[in-house]
């Protein structure tokens, strides 16, 4: 199985950016499709971004289109999420997620297509 650790998760005021980082281990990063869910207070965890095994593909929750880019770095086991132009709105927990997909290049949408989690790194943007 692989471990995911999130860091890059603060403070930050409407307009900011922030770059949320997800290292693995365990196993090889490119095996897994990877993903990026938030959970807002009181809310429901939503998907956010998805990008394929190779890096080749990517999709966003309509909400973040053009402010928020996901990227992998497979070399380093690592998973990215950049966040500009960031609203009040965009406050939660945020997750990133890995599903196996040793064969395929496929975007994952759905919490239940994820086999393993990280434990959530907070961001606040503040009006």
């Known amino acids: 199985q692989v471990q995911l650790v999130e860091s890059g998760g603060g403070l930050v005021q409407a307009g900011g950016s922030l770059r949320l980082s997800c290292a693995a281990s365990?196993?090889?990063?490119?095996?897994?499709?990877m993903g990026w869910f938030r959970q807002a207070p009181g809310k429901e965890r939503e998907f956010v971004a998805a990008i394929t095994r190779s890096g080749g593909t990517t999709f966003y929750v309509d909400s973040v289109k053009g402010r928020f880019t996901i990227s992998r770095d497979n070399a380093k086991n690592t998973v990215y999420l950049q966040m500009n132009s960031l609203k009040p709105e965009d406050t939660a927990v945020y997750y990133c997620?890995?599903?196996?997909?040793?064969?395929?290049?496929?975007?994952?949408?759905?919490?239940?297509?994820?086999?393993?989690w990280g434990q959530g790194t907070q961001v606040t943007v503040s009006s």
């Open positions: 365990g196993r090889p990063v490119s095996s897994y499709a």
């Open positions: 997620a890995s599903a196996w997909d040793l064969y395929g290049e496929t975007i994952n949408k759905r919490n239940d297509q994820y086999n393993f």
